[in-house]
T-cell receptor, first 114, second 112 residues
Framework: DSGVTQTPKHLITATGQRVTLRCSPR?????VYWYQQSLDQGLQFLIQ???????AKGNILERFSAQQFPDLHSELNLSSLELGDSALYFC?????????????FGPGTRLTVL | GENVEQHPSTLSVQEGDSAVIKCTYS??????FPWYKQELGKRPQLIID?????GEKKDQRIAVTLNKTAKHFSLHITETQPEDSAVYFC???????????FGTGTKLQVIP
């Protein structure tokens, strides 16, 4: 157990819908990262937050948005869902904002868009 | 931005043999190179990392080497065991506010 929690574990929804994925980082970690992992694919970096502020942005679609709240939990919002958005979404946390720190991954949320 | 290439995409070895996974990176400013292991259906977990001021690092049966001049780094697993079967990801980061860029992964199968 990494100490990072994600809810829900599974999410099944229809095209065009909107969903929210939630992540709670390890105690003491200020950075939260979001990744998308499609079937048999690598980890695609979406976005990073550090202590409530956006720090780095990857190939995140305009239909996707995220935020980090004062209690440091983070939410990833996915809207106008398409079939291709079906994937495993991981959240990771680290103690600092630098990319040179170990990232601890949560168990992931498996999103299925029908 | 940074680009990380990883080879091979799949690797099968007999139990007890060694396995080598190679990665190249494009950004000469990258100075942190972690390796993550992802077992089937589970989360990625850090198994070893190396920083640019070090050429080699070992942890029991796992070692990582770094060649900054050639911009490539490798993961070596010796005396492989069935529990080593997993997908391994290399990654690179320039630190600071730079993100970590992951390779595409290598699926390692250790045959008993």
């Amino acid at each position: 157990d990494s100490g990072v929690t994600q809810t829900p574990k599974h999410l099944i929804t229809a095209t065009g819908q909107r969903v929210t994925l939630r992540c709670s980082p390890r105690s003491g970690d200020l950075s939260v990262y979001w990744y998308q992992q499609s079937l048999d694919q690598g980890l695609q970096f979406l976005i990073q937050y550090y202590n409530g502020e956006e720090r780095a942005k990857g190939n995140i679609l305009e239909r996707f948005s995220a935020q980090q709240f004062p209690d440091l939990h983070s939410e990833l919002n996915l809207s106008s869902l398409e079939l291709g958005d079906s994937a495993l979404y991981f959240c990771a946390s680290s103690v600092a904002s630098s990319g040179s720190n170990e990232q601890f991954f949560g168990p992931g949320t498996r999103l299925t868009v029908l | 931005g940074e680009n990380v290439e990883q080879h091979p995409s799949t690797l099968s070895v007999q139990e007890g043999d060694s396995a080598v996974i190679k990665c190249t990176y494009s950004d000469s400013a990258s100075n942190y190179f972690p390796w993550y292991k992802q077992e089937l259906g589970k989360r990625p977990q850090l198994i070893i990392d190396i920083r640019s001021n070090v050429g080699e690092k070992k942890d029991q049966r796992i070692a990582v080497t770094l060649n900054k001049t050639a911009k490539h780094f490798s993961l070596h697993i010796t005396e492989t065991q069935p529990e080593d079967s997993a997908v391994y990801f290399c990654a690179a980061s320039a630190g600071g506010y730079q993100k970590v860029t992951f390779g595409t992964g290598t699926k390692l199968q250790v045959i008993p």
